[in-house]
């Protein structure tokens, strides 16, 4: 297969390129004709060894992943070890040796129990996501290059509205009064009501990525994803080198997919509380589909952050779990909810940006669940079931609480 750049295509950075989502998507914009290059410094499987965990799936070295990549389709994709969020000289020496158009940011530490497990992790991702984030920015503008920023946030800024609203695209248009009377219109930043520290930490993003888009004429897309399901693309699956990462912990499994390995080896779904908080969802193959679409966009984006909705529906909990007790078989079982949020809300948001680039999701009902189960099956020898249930709690009447429970 010829190597050669297509027209249009771009030279793209992806920090945090070995990641659950940035391996992925790496390969997705490599197949797409883009010229890849990975950063990463390994500190997500550093977490594993921390917290005695493995993936699901068995993966390999990230130089092993990138030589098997080559071997399947010709096409290469290079690498720079180095820490992003405090290695700022090897920031700026990547944007001027490769001077990419776009750098994609997932460079930064993603689970909402993790960052809540004690007042280090809590610190740890701040230091880790605010820095990684203003380090990129402030090197962007260094380098004097037209770099288009594409961010990988959360549906979770938002919060979880309990009253009947779809969301927005990331503003809210306010009318107010000056001193005169007269009203006067603006799009503000839709209020955040962050969950969790990392949640939090990916709204202040917002307020970095708003300056410098305003101040320097950073061109940035800032992709509020909902929780993603599913482990394997069509390039992960080319070769069993490429497989993706499968989390199932309490840290770092999200829902969707600790359901279905839960389901794979007959224990309870562990729905927390009611289970009638609403959440968004994206399939893995959608989320790079996105990530593609949202690079290959950058020429629309101008100095207002360019924010959409990554995700393709919200279910309840408690219906989810049902689904796929009833797609796979399996007992449902409510556990104390170690989050301090409310019982029940009513998610809705609107993600016309993406669908009018063209993204056509893919659906739960898509057959897909099963064969997730099947990947779990086939590796349920490495499932450690001790580490399954959340054990970080938002504060310590959430952990008195499970502790009653348990009694």
């Given at each position: 297969m010829s190597c050669r750049r297509r027209r249009g295509a771009t030279r793209v950075a992806v920090l945090g390129g070995d990641g659950f989502c940035g391996w992925p998507s790496a390969l997705h914009l490599s197949a797409s004709g883009h010229e890849v290059t990975i950063v990463d410094n390994f500190v997500r499987r550093r977490a594993d060894d921390e917290l005695g965990v493995q993936s699901l799936t068995p993966i390999r070295s990230l130089s092993d992943r990138i030589e098997a990549w080559h071997e399947?389709?010709?096409?290469?994709?290079?690498?720079a070890d180095f820490d992003v969020a405090h290695d700022y000289d090897a920031m700026i020496e990547l944007l001027t040796a490769v001077r990419p158009d776009a750098v994609v940011h997932f460079a930064e530490q993603r689970s909402a129990p993790y960052s809540m497990k004690s007042p280090s992790h809590k610190r740890q991702t701040i230091d880790n996501n605010l820095n990684a984030t203003h380090n990129l920015l402030t090197a962007v503008v260094q380098s004097g290059i037209d770099i288009h920023v594409v961010h990988l946030g959360t549906m979770g800024v938002?919060?979880?509205?309990?009253?009947?609203?779809?969301l927005p695209e990331g503003y809210l248009?306010?009318?107010y009064p000056d001193r005169h009377g007269e009203m006067h219109s603006r799009d503000i930043l839709y209020p955040t009501q962050p969950g969790s520290v990392y949640h939090l930490s990916k709204s202040l993003d917002q307020l970095l990525f708003q300056f410098y888009a305003r101040n320097d004429g950073v061109r940035v897309t800032d992709l509020h994803q909902g929780i993603v399901w599913g482990t394997q693309t069509v390039e992960t699956e080319r070769d069993p080198r490429l497989v993706n990462r499968f989390d199932y912990d309490g840290d770092y499994g999200t829902v969707l997919n600790r359901f279905l390995v839960e389901a794979a080896i007959g224990y309870p779904l562990t729905v927390h509380g009611t289970g009638g908080q609403t959440r968004a969802f994206i399939n893995i193959h959608d989320t790079v589909r996105c990530i593609r679409l949202a690079v290959e966009s950058g020429a629309q984006v101008g100095d207002q952050v360019r924010v959409m909705n990554q995700m393709t529906e919200t279910h309840r909990v408690s219906d989810l779990a049902e689904l796929v007790a009833r797609t796979v078989g399996a007992d449902v079982d409510r556990v104390t909810n170690p989050r301090q949020?409310?019982?029940?809300?009513?998610?809705?948001?609107?993600?016309?940006?993406?669908?009018?680039?063209?993204?056509?999701?893919?659906?739960?009902d898509s057959g897909l669940l099963s064969a997730e189960v099947d990947i779990a099956r086939t590796y349920a020898g490495r499932i450690d079931v001790s580490r399954i249930p959340c054990r970080s709690y938002w504060n310590e009447s959430r952990r008195s609480a499970a502790e009653e429970q348990s009694a």
């Open positions: 399947v389709t010709g096409r290469r994709i290079a690498f938002y919060g979880y509205e309990t009253v009947p609203v779809d248009t306010v009318s949020e409310a019982d029940e809300n009513q998610l809705a948001a609107r993600n016309d940006r993406l669908l009018g680039l063209g993204l056509a999701p893919v659906r739960l």
